[in-house]
């Protein structure tokens, strides 16, 4: 079983960053495919962004252009670098893993986080 525990939110103005971790436990992280997903009051858990075991990547349109995600597999951590963050970005942001890809699907991770605030005014 893989644990995920998110840290780095917080509340900035329009415009500002913030990079959130997430540190995944045990010994198969290079083996993991990981994602953001966020989910704002009253909407569904939409996905950000995921990387694959290669690291190669995917981001969703609203984050093309200014969020980034990355990984340390050394430090089993996943990165996502949030720049010119805007007031729809306000949400919980999500650290979510697979074993096996099945693209950015909420169901398809079966390991996840409890979250971390994002809020942007």
């Known amino acids: 079983h893989v644990q995920l525990v998110e840290s780095g939110g917080g509340s900035v103005q329009a415009g500002g960053s913030l990079k959130l971790a997430c540190v995944a436990s045990?010994?198969?992280?290079?083996?993991?495919?990981m994602a953001w997903f966020r989910q704002a009051p009253g909407r569904e858990r939409e996905a950000v962004a995921g990387?694959?075991?290669?690291?190669?990547?995917m981001h969703k349109e609203a984050a093309k252009g200014r969020f980034t995600v990355s990984k340390d597999n050394p430090k089993n951590t996943l990165f996502l670098q949030m720049n010119n963050l805007k007031p729809e970005d306000t949400a919980m942001y999500y650290c979510?893993?697979?074993?096996?890809?099945?693209?950015?699907?909420?169901?398809?991770?079966?390991?996840r986080g409890q979250g971390t605030q994002v809020t942007v005014s």
């Open positions: 979510m893993a697979t074993e096996i890809w099945g693209g950015l699907f909420l169901a398809g991770f079966e390991y």
């Open positions: 045990g010994d198969i992280f290079s083996r993991l495919y």
């Open positions: 990387i694959r075991t290669d690291g190669s990547t």
